[in-house]
T-cell receptor, first 114, second 111 residues
Framework: SAVISQKPSRDICQRGTSLTIQCQVD?????MFWYRQQPGQSLTLIAT?????????ESGFVIDKFPISRPNLTFSTLTVSNMSPEDSSIYLC???????????FGSGTQLSVL | KQEVTQIPAALSVPEGENLVLNCSFT??????LQWFRQDPGKGLTSLLL?????REQTSGRLNASLDKSSGRSTLYIAASQPGDSATYLC??????????FGDGTTLTVKP
């Protein structure tokens, strides 16, 4: 099984600032995914991050707001830019297992924007 | 577009009861289905994964079934304990690796 380390675990940020969330996987994975979970709601996919190419964003999410990096097969970052209180959510990264058969999740980043 | 529905939204049971959580999906062309547990303010913990060719998976007191043709999955929890209190999410996966999540069932097991 894959272990995903995500940090920070939580942060409180001021409006207009940016926060970068990091995810480190203990094995090489092809695909990594970033999800958002707004208060009281389920998870919504933000984008798919593949190494060596630009991330693919879902409808309603744009690169300027959520730039993603994927420099290698074990690491990815998500930046939440120019934050507003509406960005207050839990952000989770995930990756397929070594054989692409299972979705593993990081422990999440709980973001509060004042 | 795949839609995933979980019923009930919330469930409260006394300790020791057996219970069933339901998940339904609209597109039967799935790659897998996974059940997760989420504690308040935390990330997700994978409980059971069922591949599209499988009918059920078991782990300890948990049993998950999958009926692709009817677009349904159930998570059966035997002999519930207060430590089982959490939100349970089902996620339907495609072969592209993306998953669509249901809204979850919040379970409370009373001592």
């Amino acid at each position: 099984s894959a272990v995903i380390s995500q940090k920070p675990s939580r942060d409180i940020c001021q409006r207009g600032t940016s926060l970068t969330i990091q995810c480190q996987v203990d094995s090489q994975v092809t695909m990594m995914f970033w999800y958002r979970q707004q208060p009281g709601q389920s998870l919504t996919l933000i984008a798919t991050a593949n190494q060596g190419s630009e991330a693919t964003y879902e409808s309603g999410f744009v690169i300027d707001k959520f730039p993603i990096s994927r420099p290698n097969l074990t690491f990815s970052t998500l930046t939440v830019s120019n934050m507003s209180p509406e960005d207050s959510s839990i952000y989770l990264c995930s990756a397929d297992g070594p054989y692409g058969e299972k979705l593993f999740f990081g422990s999440g980043t709980q973001l509060s924007v004042l | 577009k795949q839609e995933v529905t979980q019923i009930p939204a919330a469930l409260s049971v006394p300790e020791g009861e057996n219970l069933v959580l339901n998940c339904s999906f609209t597109d039967s062309a799935i790659y897998n289905l996974q059940w997760f547990r989420q504690d308040p303010g935390k990330g997700l913990t994978s409980l059971l994964l069922i591949q599209s060719s499988q009918r059920e998976q078991t782990s300890g007191r948990l049993n998950a079934s999958l009926d692709k043709s009817s677009g349904r999955s159930t998570l059966y929890i035997a002999a519930s304990q207060p430590g089982d209190s959490a939100t349970y999410l089902c996620a339907v996966g495609t072969n592209a690796g993306k998953s669509t999540f249901g809204d979850g069932t919040t379970l409370t097991v009373k001592p």
